[in-house]
């Protein structure tokens, strides 16, 4: 059985106040036509669909526009799941009325994990959507304690082992940050204050988790699949090969993993250097279309410069912002401040405590905070 694989669409999403609607629509066009041209069984959807809680009115239009292309003109089945970016319920709303027409959709949490069964010479293959939770709407949805993410996917995925049967090849759609994958800068952490990782070893027995959450295209254990993000979300990810993933199934639970490069309308790239050579360069550049990348600017230049942003968007359009490195190298002073920026909000805490209280929070107040934190997240997303 073939599977076409993706996740961490982020529709939506605004990178240095610009909105990459038409990148996202662009690459999208070349997803729907990949699709048309390989005939999958089923596309899988790995979750983080939009990039907030309640998308911008054009990113709805442009998922409504990809799906029925995928499920009415090409006669795809989709398996799609909510992501720590998304809002479940609006989500999963109609998704029941769907089903019939090939969208499955899982955006809540519940007792009974929702599963898809399909067929192929080989026989039946069932696929488990698993969509992102919170431990505390797992633990009401489960009616079990569970403090911790792994705690908390761990039961969810007993709960499908309970059902699933025996001699039935399986797949699990998951979003999860399993311990071992590469990270990058855009991946809102699946944690505030503690943990979000889980062990390679929770999904034992499964013959294919298709996941979402991390946006470097991987492999984990040789089963453990992350597609990647479909564009360049951070800095971080200048270096990366996007790409969506074709995966075979086989008969006997092997897995077989093609990368499918795609397009992007604008790539993101870094340039360093002085000002004035920097636009020499673009100038004397061959291809127009490097021109109109997304470039982040990183000026060598020691001296004093006039509006180097407006120099450098008349040969680079779409310049993001510019960093002047002789300012970056602050000293002790500069260091400090940016380690207080990459620490994560339960870090700080964490150490205004120790330095308040003289002693270290004990589990049951990381995990108080932990929930306080988390829920104070959510109601940000929801407002976001």
Not at 32 to 53: H, K, T
Not at 276 to 289: K, R, S, T, W
Not at 333 to 359: H, M, P, Y
Request: with cysteine.
């Amino acid at each position: 059985m073939r599977f076409l694989h993706t996740a961490d669409w982020h529709l939506g999403r605004l990178f240095h106040a610009r909105s990459l609607i038409e990148d996202q629509a662009h690459i999208l066009d070349q997803f729907v036509e990949l699709v048309r041209a390989e005939r999958p069984d089923a596309v899988l959807i790995a979750g983080d669909v939009y990039d907030r809680a309640v998308p911008p009115p054009e990113a709805v239009a442009l998922l409504d526009d990809v799906l029925a292309r995928i499920i009415l003109d090409a006669g795809v089945p989709v398996v799609l799941i909510a992501g720590n970016h998304d809002s479940a319920q609006r989500l999963e709303f109609g998704a029941r009325l769907m089903q019939s027409q090939g969208l499955h959709v899982a955006g809540c949490t519940s007792a009974t994990p929702a599963s898809v069964a399909l067929h192929d010479a080989h026989g039946e293959v069932r696929i488990y959507a698993l969509p992102y939770a919170e431990p505390a709407v797992v633990r009401d949805a489960l009616g079990a304690e569970l403090a911790t993410h792994e705690a908390a996917l761990c039961a969810q995925l007993d709960a499908i082992r309970a059902i699933h049967p025996h001699g039935v090849r399986s797949v699990v759609v998951g979003h999860a940050f399993v311990v071992g994958g590469a990270v990058s800068e855009s991946e809102r952490p699946l944690s505030v204050g503690g943990s979000g990782a889980v062990a390679a070893q929770a999904f034992d027995g499964f013959d294919l988790v298709a996941l979402g959450h991390l946006h470097r295209p991987q492999t984990i254990d040789g089963r453990l699949h992350y597609a990647g993000s479909l564009l360049k979300y951070s800095l971080s990810e200048c270096s990366h090969e996007k790409s969506v993933s074709m995966i075979d199934l086989g008969g006997d639970g092997s897995v077989q993993i093609t990368p499918m490069p795609l397009r992007p309308l604008r790539d993101l790239r870094i340039v360093e250097g002085e000002l004035a050579g920097l636009i020499a360069a673009a100038a004397a550049e061959a291809d127009d279309a490097r021109r109109d990348d997304y470039v982040y600017a990183r000026l060598t230049d020691t001296g004093a410069l006039l509006d180097p942003m407006a120099k450098l968007r008349q040969v680079y359009p779409n310049a993001l912002a510019v960093e002047r490195t002789v300012l970056a190298r602050a000293g002790a002073a500069g260091d400090a401040a940016r380690r207080l920026r990459e620490q994560s909000t339960g870090e700080l805490f964490a150490s205004f405590f120790r330095e308040v209280a003289d002693a270290e929070l004990d589990d049951g107040q990381r995990v108080a905070l932990e929930q306080v934190l988390a829920g104070m997240a959510a109601a940000q997303r929801e407002s976001a």
